[in-house]
């Protein structure tokens, strides 16, 4: 069957490197000012479609169970649906209180939770994308940084629950690339090596195709350097 997207509205969303769209709104756990109340944290925006839906009860009981690791990267998370407030506060009452799933039970989530029936918020951010769904939010994934700015968006459709390794490593690539002025390569782990900026001259080009120490030149665009795991442990855990 053709899609009718051309009548479909479309809703704007937020850049890389753009301010992170301003609102106030309540949650499970008061009223928030976003995002000047984090200002100074990480945070990571995330969406689900729907309270009492299953993939979004294993995503919180995920998030939920790792809140404290991303507290110690010093990142707060903020969840938000098209739903009301009293709806999150059964659900989330729900999952804590008979939800026994994967070794995870009596989970109590203890970030905030937004309210957008208004589909305020969700709008801002790109959130509903209509060819999905009209009325609920896609799982979208918003790191942003302690000055308020998008650094990284993923998007996945209401179907694929998100991969909560792939999140944390993403905040800390992204923590990485700027404490360190460096770029991760593919799969980066922690404690793997890192791409140096590329050369912006001949001589420098040539220099690092020639320097021995420090540097491994894969060719004069592409070189990498080692940064340690503890070193960046130490630069991250709680900044
Ligand atoms: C879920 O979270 O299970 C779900 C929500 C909306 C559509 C499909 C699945």
């Known amino acids: 069957m053709e899609s009718n997207q051309d009548e479909k509205q479309v809703n704007p969303m937020p850049y890389i490197g753009t ?12 009223d928030i000012n976003f995002p000047s109340d ?7 925006l995330f969406s689900h479609p729907a309270d009492f839906t299953p993939v979004c009860t294993t995503e919180f009981m995920k998030f939920a169970v790792m809140e404290d ?3 110690a990267l010093n990142c707060k998370l903020v969840g938000i649906s098209i739903d009301g407030l009293f709806s999150h506060i059964a659900w989330l009452r729900t999952i804590q209180e008979k939800i026994d799933y994967k ?3 009596n989970v109590e989530v203890k970030f905030p939770l937004i309210e957008d029936i208004s589909m305020n918020v969700a709008k ?4 509903v994308q209509p060819e999905e769904s009209e009325t609920q939010a896609v799982r979208a994934v918003f790191f942003i940084n302690p000055e308020g700015i998008v650094k ?7 179907s694929l629950g998100r991969n909560f390794d792939e999140i944390k490593r993403a905040l800390i690539a992204l923590k990485t690339a700027e404490e360190f002025g460096v770029a ?15 050369a912006g001259s001949c001589g420098v080009a040539k220099e690092r195709m020639e320097s021995k120490d420090e540097l491994t030149c894969y060719d004069w665009f592409f070189c990498t350097k080692k940064l340690t795991k503890e070193a960046i ?6 900044q």
């Open 152 to 158: 990284a968006i993923i998007y996945y459709p209401q």
């Open 233 to 238: 442990d130490n630069a991250l855990l709680k």
């Open 38 to 44: 984090y200002t100074g944290k990480w945070v990571i």
């Open 103 to 105: 070794g995870m039970k």
């Open 184 to 198: 991760t390569p593919a799969d980066w782990r922690p404690g793997e090596d890192v791409i140096v900026p590329p």
């Open 19 to 30: 301010k992170a769209p301003a609102f106030t709104a309540k949650t499970t756990q008061g």
């Open 69 to 71: 690791e991303f507290e």
């Open 124 to 127: 801002k951010y790109g959130m």
